[in-house]
C-alpha cells in the first residue's frame, strides 16, 4: 500500500523555521522526482521545490528561493523541507508528491503568525 505522510507543521512565528518530513513507503522512492507543494486558504495548490530522483538536482518556486530547501535520503524513505525565514505568506498545507506514480500525501498544516 503506497502511503506519504507528512509531518513537522505547525504554528511558527515570522521569521522561523520548520523542518517538514515525508516518510513513503510501498513505492521504490529512489526511481521517482519528489515535490513539495503547498495550498493556502482560497487559493490553488502551487509547487513549491522538486528534487531529482538521486538529488543531483534541485528547483524552487520563485516565492521560496534562498529560504526553502528540499532533501531526500532514499535509504531511510524519506523527504524533507527545510524553510527558514518564514513569512505569513507561507502559511499553507504543504503536500508531499511523487511522481511519476502521482502519489499524494495528506498534508501538514504550516502557520506563519505572531
Known amino acids: 500500500q503506497v502511503q506519504l505522510v507528512e509531518s513537522g507543521g505547525g504554528l511558527v512565528q515570522p521569521g522561523g523555521s520548520l523542518r517538514l518530513s515525508c516518510a513513503v513507503s510501498?513505492?521504490?522512492?529512489?526511481?521517482?522526482?519528489m515535490n513539495w507543494y503547498r495550498q493556502a486558504p482560497g487559493k490553488e495548490r502551487e509547487l513549491v521545490a522538486t528534487?531529482?530522483?538521486?538529488?543531483?538536482?534541485?528547483t524552487y518556486a520563485d516565492s521560496v528561493k534562498g529560504r526553502f530547501t528540499i532533501s531526500r535520503d532514499n535509504a531511510k524513505e524519506m523527504v524533507y523541507l527545510q524553510m527558514n525565514s518564514l513569512k505569513p505568506e507561507d502559511t499553507a498545507v504543504y503536500y508531499c508528491?511523487?511522481?511519476?506514480?502521482?502519489?499524494w500525501g495528506k498534508g501538514t498544516l504550516v502557520t506563519v503568525s505572531l
Open positions: 510501498g513505492f521504490t522512492l529512489s526511481i521517482h522526482i
Open positions: 508528491n511523487a511522481v511519476p506514480g502521482q502519489y
Open positions: 528534487i531529482t530522483r538521486t538529488a543531483g538536482r534541485t
